[in-house]
């Protein structure tokens, strides 16, 4: 009766549309839930069909590539991204990842990879936010996959700034030489299934591959909640 009483004085807002969602719901209501932009790529795998994966090819050896979502400006994706990355959101990160991560579960994914490691934030941007929405993101994936989450297997030597208004080849130099492995034993001859929140040109993803491989990660797959 209690929880009933405050959830009817105060309302929870859906993170899509900022509208109260019923109770039951969490964090997406029904509405937003039934008109996000879902991805089919977990559907076609590492094969041609899926447009994620073909995005590497002929740049760095990616297993797989997955995204939950498609990234749509001034949309529920963007909105959603938006209160996980700045209006401290870390639960809809989780839910996100427990969400996705069991859909792979069930298209037979989770025996697939050995660990699962997030993209960096470098210290200041860490120090500025207080987490990495990218972590929460894994976090969600490690626990519905039954894969264990290694948060600090990668750094970030560089603070890049942001990759918003960059173009590819921006992107890249902004990139190559900024992520380095900082315990090798923790990924060396794992299969990493690399966690980001977002993908655009896919430089910051390549050049975290590059590191994982090079410190003699078996093989390296990508997944974020969105791409563009």
Known sequence: MFEDLLSLLFPESCYACDGAIARGERYICTGCNIKLPFTDYHVHGATELNPLQRRFWGKV?????????????????????????????KELGVHLGNRYGS??????????????????????????RGYNQSEYFGRGLSESMNVPLVADALFRA??????????????????????????????????????????????????????????????????????A
């Open 61 to 89: 050896q990616v297993r797989y590539a997955f995204s939950y979502l498609l990234f749509m400006p001034k949309g529920r994706v963007q909105r959603l991204l938006h209160k996980l990355k700045y209006k401290g959101a």
């Open 103 to 128: 859909l792979l579960s069930d298209y037979h994914y989770s025996g697939q990879f050995d660990v699962v490691v997030p993209v960096p934030l470098h210290k200041y941007k860490m120090r500025r």
């Open 158 to 227: 560089i603070d890049t700034g942001t990759q918003t208004r960059k173009n590819r080849l921006d992107r890249w130099h902004n990139v190559e030489q900024v992520f380095q492995v900082k315990h090798p034993e923790k990924v060396k001859g794992k299969r990493i299934l690399l966690a980001d929140d977002v993908m655009t040109t896919g430089a910051t993803l390549e050049a975290c591959t590059i590191a994982l491989l090079a410190a003699g990660a078996t093989e390296v797959s990508v997944v974020t909640i969105a791409a």
